[in-house]
């Protein structure tokens, strides 16, 4: 393959190469939204794949890094975005697995949750880091930096289209589909999607394996302009009073779905207030579903159905991969998918045929 160079992406762009150089090694010198066009271009071309100079391997090749007498860190970066945080009910525990791990080999940890351009680069080249843990969504240009110093890292819950490495997820597109399939097994027939396909990476995947499962099964999924696939507010439970009108309006037109499917337990959580508000019953009137088994869908009245998510194996097992492509920096890339489990509780059942009648 012929090699890509800098001056083929200042003139894919327009541009010159100074500009191309000076956006790629981070320096200063060039506007964000040139740099991102510059970082967009160069992955598309696939500057980013081949092994050239760009990055420098801090590790020599094919060698495990030994632990010195000096205890030995691994970075986990997890911006504090979208309630990504040790707070979280799910990223907490996502980190709990990461924490362990590291303790079981006897490896430090580096959290940083509020990472600034400015002064990433300095966090990045301490003695000791071993490799970069990425949970949840994580800004390209940060990713880019991990990249360009040729830090080993793997991401949890999200991949980047522009900078190559090795990923953890829960299997989203299976779990969501085999929860349709049992919903439908119930006997639902009328099944409506909420959540945003946009919001992350496992969101979509989400929606597509319940669009899938209706497929399958001769049944046709909401269009892709209904507006619970476009909730916003997700993290805080600001769309509450748009499920509320919506749903509403269903129960006037007597079109309510028999089961409601959410993207994850807390929209499920929103789902239910809203509909104890409208008199409706839950599973009686409609079956609700979420995803992710957070400790409050447990103790949510009625108890919510839901698919576990591993979420300390996850981190466990981003660890190990790390350690893993140290040990072996030459081997391919992986996406990892762990398993996922429904989890029954009483917030679902047989469908009862009375529910627009009401």
Known sequence: ???????????????SKFVVSKALSGKGGVNEATRERVIQAASRLGYFNQKNGYVKNILPSGSAPAT???KQSVLVLMPNIRFQNKE???WGRLLEGIS????ARELGMIIVSEPKSDNFVNILNPDGILGMVGVGQIASSFLLEVHRIGLPMVLVDHEDPLIPSDTIFANNLDGMARLANHLIGLGHRELHFLGNSLFS???RDRWIGFRSALEENGLTPQSSDDPMLRLEGIETGAFHDELLSWALRRKRSKA??????CANDSIAMSVCSVLNKLGLSIPGDIAVSG???IDDAAQNVPSITTVNVPKEDLGRRAVKKLLDRLANPGLPQEKIMISVEIVYRNSTSEPRQTVNEA
């Open 100 to 103: 362990r791990e590291l303790e």
């Open 201 to 203: 990476r496992s969101f």
């Open 291 to 293: 995803f992710d088994n």
């Open 88 to 90: 979280s009910r799910y």
């Open 256 to 261: 309510l779905p028999t089961a409601l499917v």
């Open 1 to 15: 393959m012929k090699k890509i160079t800098m001056q083929q992406i200042a003139d894919h762009l327009g541009v």
């Open 68 to 70: 010195p007498a000096g």
